[in-house]
């Protein structure tokens, strides 16, 4: 491998960069939803636990909101000096949908974040809960946009090619919900709440572990644990789904994430195993006979196209996209397992006295953005070697540009990023571990506590205002 290969240079320029971009966005959207929800419970019952918890958050919103519009900008830089040919080609269907993101969900989210982050006591609670909403439909919004064009460039649709070799629009309906999109929309707004989710539950434990009687530890530590048990099955579901799509558009992507180099009938699912691209097989394979066939043709004897089936030079990186699409389903197991065993510790109401379920969820806490990194390795090197796939190879989209000035820019990033996002997620991090709600009574414990008799009457209030 040439480690001096102008297009190898860019496309670790571009996976650095978009691997930071990409966790803050997935964790801004969901912190929007949370926020409003937040907001809305505080509105309906008058509960201050809400208002606390909606302001504890909204700050660490404010920061990771900032670092994802910061970190995305930089992917417009890029398009124009690494991928010009990309640009050019791809730019009247690209540039339009692109378009629509800014005009309609970032001039909403900026209309409205001032007023959800500095307006509370300015304006009326109704008003300001407005603005809350507005701004968790605009991440929705972003991220349908967002979606379209990252499906369009896996299963591109509608379109026709001119006289220049550009891709232009023929229908815009099909553009924008080709045949992929639906798919990578839910699973990726369901990765997004899933990634909140464990992040406030681990706060939640953190606290929890400190003192078990913190009532807003409580409420966010439940929430999180209501979301991960109530999501994890539907994206487990939603994920299937998006499977069979790849299946049917993207048979060399899924042939790599199987591990599967021969095609065959009755296909195992092969759950562990050392791909080989040179032997062509995957060596000490560990897996459950017919079960892959069922599951991607719902028939025992179904047959699975293997990689031998498609050009050698159209091959993803099998070992990459083999590898992290296990370190994602992985994950996604763990998360389910969090979800059944709150459930029952719940129903045990043993929820907030279990310290090593609490440390579990503490260490789950960066799961959630393991996991979007995992995916996101997963459908993008397996969309390789092509940048649109099946029409635009990525060596054919690359700007004619050198490697020492790819290089220099790509040194630049990685200097300036670990600095500037390593400080905003260190600040994060600080934030979240200071106690939630400053000054907030205890709840009552089960279990007994030596305490002195002062004290004692004032743990009793407050006792079943807590979610369970």
Same mark, same amino acid.
């Given at each position: 491998?040439?480690?001096?290969?102008?297009?190898?240079?860019?496309?670790?320029?571009?996976?650095?960069?978009?691997?930071?971009?990409?966790?803050?966005?997935?964790?801004?959207?969901?912190?929007?939803?949370?926020?409003?929800?937040?907001?809305?419970?505080?509105?309906?019952?008058?509960?201050?636990?809400?208002?606390?918890?909606?302001?504890?958050?909204?700050?660490?919103?404010?920061?990771?909101?900032?670092?994802?519009?910061?970190?995305?900008?930089?992917?417009?830089?890029?398009?124009?000096?690494?991928?010009?040919?990309?640009?050019?080609?791809?730019?009247?269907?690209?540039?339009?949908?692109?378009?629509?993101?800014?005009?309609?969900?970032?001039?909403?989210?900026?209309?409205?974040?001032?007023?959800?982050?500095?307006?509370?006591?300015?304006?009326?609670?109704?008003?300001?809960?407005?603005?809350?909403?507005?701004?968790?439909?605009?991440?929705?919004?972003?991220?349908?946009?967002?979606?379209?064009?990252?499906? +369009? =460039?896996?299963?591109?649709?509608?379109?026709?090619?001119?006289? /220049? %070799?550009?891709?232009?629009?023929? !229908?815009? #309906? *099909?553009?924008?919900?080709?045949?992929?999109?639906?798919?990578?929309?839910?699973?990726?707004?369901?990765?997004?709440?899933?990634?909140?989710?464990?992040?406030?539950?681990?706060?939640?434990?953190?606290?929890?572990?400190?003192?078990?009687?913190?009532?807003?530890?409580?409420?966010?530590?439940?929430?999180?644990? +209501? =979301?991960?048990?109530?999501?994890?099955?539907?994206?487990?579901? /939603? %994920?299937?789904?998006?499977?069979? !799509?790849? #299946? *049917?558009?993207?048979?060399?992507?899924?042939?790599?994430?199987?591990?599967?180099?021969?095609?065959?009938?009755?296909?195992?699912?092969?759950?562990?195993?050392?791909?080989?691209?040179?032997?062509?097989?995957?060596?000490?394979?560990?897996?459950?006979?017919?079960?892959?066939?069922?599951?991607?043709?719902?028939?025992?004897?179904?047959?699975?196209?293997?990689?031998?089936?498609?050009?050698?030079?159209?091959?993803?990186?099998?070992?990459?996209?083999?590898?992290?699409?296990?370190?994602?389903?992985?994950?996604?197991?763990?998360?389910?397992?969090?979800?059944?065993?709150?459930?029952?510790?719940?129903?045990?109401?043993?929820?907030?006295?279990?310290?090593?379920?609490?440390?579990?969820?503490?260490?789950?806490?960066?799961?959630?953005?393991?996991?979007?990194?995992?995916?996101?390795?997963?459908?993008?090197?397996?969309?390789?070697?092509?940048?649109?796939?099946?029409?635009?190879?990525?060596?054919?989209?690359?700007?004619?540009?050198?490697?020492?000035?790819?290089?220099?820019?790509?040194?630049?990033?990685?200097?300036?990023?670990?600095?500037?996002?390593?400080?905003?997620?260190?600040?994060?991090?600080?934030?979240?571990?200071?106690?939630?709600?400053?000054?907030?009574?205890?709840?009552?414990?089960?279990?007994?506590?030596?305490?002195?008799?002062?004290?004692?009457?004032?743990?009793?209030?407050?006792?079943?205002?807590?979610?369970?």
């Amino acid at each position: 491998m040439d480690f001096l290969d102008a297009t190898l240079l860019a496309r670790i320029q571009f996976a650095f960069t978009i691997a930071f971009h990409i966790i803050f966005p997935a964790f801004s959207i969901g912190l929007a939803s949370y926020l409003a929800v937040l907001e809305g419970l505080h509105l309906k019952t008058g509960r201050q636990v809400y208002l606390r918890l909606f302001k504890y958050w909204m700050k660490v919103f404010a920061v990771v909101f900032g670092m994802g519009v910061v970190s995305g900008i930089v992917m417009s830089y890029q398009f124009g000096t690494n991928w010009s040919v990309f640009s050019d080609r791809t730019g009247p269907i690209l540039g339009p949908l692109m378009g629509y993101e800014v005009l309609t969900a970032f001039f909403l989210e900026a209309g409205f974040l001032g007023v959800m982050l500095f307006g509370m006591g300015r304006v009326g609670p109704r008003l300001h809960y407005m603005a809350t909403l507005m701004v968790a439909i605009g991440t929705l919004i972003s991220a349908f946009w967002i979606l379209s064009v990252n499906s +369009w =460039m896996h299963t591109p649709a509608g379109f026709s090619v001119n006289e /220049a %070799g550009q891709y232009v629009p023929e !229908n815009w #309906f *099909e553009v924008v919900f080709n045949p992929s999109f639906p798919y990578r929309l839910v699973h990726m707004v369901l990765a997004a709440y899933l990634t909140t989710a464990f992040a406030v539950g681990a706060a939640g434990a953190y606290h929890l572990l400190r003192d078990k009687r913190n009532a807003a530890a409580r409420v966010m530590f439940s929430m999180a644990l +209501w =979301m991960a048990a109530l999501v994890t099955p539907l994206q487990i579901a /939603a %994920g299937d789904l998006h499977g069979l !799509n790849t #299946f *049917e558009y993207q048979p060399a992507k899924i042939a790599a994430m199987e591990g599967h180099f021969a095609t065959q009938r009755g296909a195992p699912l092969i759950l562990f195993g050392v791909p080989d691209t040179e032997a062509g097989e995957t060596k000490l394979a560990l897996e459950i006979p017919r079960l892959g066939s069922l599951i991607l043709t719902h028939e025992l004897d179904g047959e699975v196209r293997g990689l031998d089936a498609f050009p050698r030079e159209d091959w993803p990186n099998v070992p990459i996209v083999f590898y992290s699409f296990r370190i994602m389903i992985g994950i996604g197991m763990l998360m389910l397992l969090v979800g059944v065993v709150s459930l029952w510790l719940r129903y045990r109401k043993l929820l907030y006295d279990t310290r090593a379920f609490q440390r579990m969820v503490l260490w789950m806490g960066p799961s959630g953005f393991i996991a979007v990194l995992a995916g996101w390795i997963t459908t993008e090197v397996g969309r390789q070697p092509y940048t649109v796939y099946g029409l635009l190879r990525t060596a054919d989209s690359v700007s004619p540009i050198g490697a020492p000035a790819t290089m220099a820019s790509l040194l630049a990033f990685v200097v300036v990023y670990l600095l500037v996002f390593g400080m905003g997620t260190w600040y994060v991090l600080r934030m979240l571990r200071r106690p939630p709600l400053p000054g907030e009574e205890p709840v009552a414990s089960h279990e007994p506590t030596r305490v002195a008799p002062a004290a004692a009457t004032a743990r009793e209030f407050d006792g079943g205002a807590v979610a369970q």
